[in-house]
């Protein structure tokens, strides 16, 4: 029978849904973000696609945090890293795109915050506009959009260390526990 938690052996269901889940919402996240920075002003599709960056960036920072309560209760059962470098090399790159999964968001949300403009959430007022922005809430938010690339690479090293390292390299079952 498949079991919610994890265990051992495998990912349980729910964290089965947490990683495709979010994996579609951030491949659409990245979508919009190349759309706004790669095409002109006026095109259509670029208005579309940017027109749910921030519900999304907003739901997906929500759902970054659940799935991290959810991955710390569910610690000591979790299937463990390999050893070795790559083992290392793994939790390393694990930590930082949790980082950057929250980080990124976050600094714009900060922002908005801080922001004369506010803040909606699919129509609901979340922070209200200010008459004076609160200036160091927008500094880290300069750097949202680098930040979002640098987790772009994040994404896809984590994506070629599952394809090419596990499946095609070593051919283990790393990438069965998640599927
Ligand atoms: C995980 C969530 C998010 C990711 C991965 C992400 C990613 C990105 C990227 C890569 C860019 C650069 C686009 C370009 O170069 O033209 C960008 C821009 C932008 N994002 Fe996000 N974003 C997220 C969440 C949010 C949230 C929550 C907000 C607002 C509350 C937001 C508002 C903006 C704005 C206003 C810009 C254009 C100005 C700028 O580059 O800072 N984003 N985002």
Not at 44 to 54: F, G, K, P, V
Not at 114 to 131: C, D, L, T
Request: net charge positive; glycine share 8%.
């Amino acid at each position: 029978m498949t079991k919610l938690s994890d265990t051992p052996n495998r990912f349980g269901l729910v964290s089965r849904i947490f990683h495709w889940g979010m994996a579609a919402l951030f491949a659409m996240q990245f979508l919009s973000a190349a759309a706004h920075w790669a095409l002109p002003r006026e095109n259509a599709l670029r208005e579309t696609l940017w027109s749910y960056h921030t519900n999304l960036g907003a739901t997906l920072f929500m759902l970054v945090l659940l799935r991290g309560i959810w991955g710390l209760l569910n610690m000591k059962n979790r299937p463990a890293h390999v050893g070795g470098v790559m083992g290392k090399a793994a939790k390393f790159g694990q930590a930082g795109l949790y980082a950057f999964m929250i980080i990124v968001p976050a600094v714009r949300l900060l922002a908005a915050f801080g922001s004369k403009r506010g803040f909606s959430y699919f129509g609901m007022q979340v922070f209200p506009p200010r008459e004076t922005a609160i200036a160091w809430t927008q500094a880290a938010a300069e750097w949202h959009g680098e930040m979002g690339w640098i987790l772009v690479a994040l994404v896809l090293g984590h994506i070629a260390m599952a394809i090419v390292w596990h499946r095609l390299i070593q051919r283990d079952d790393v990438l069965k526990r998640m599927a």
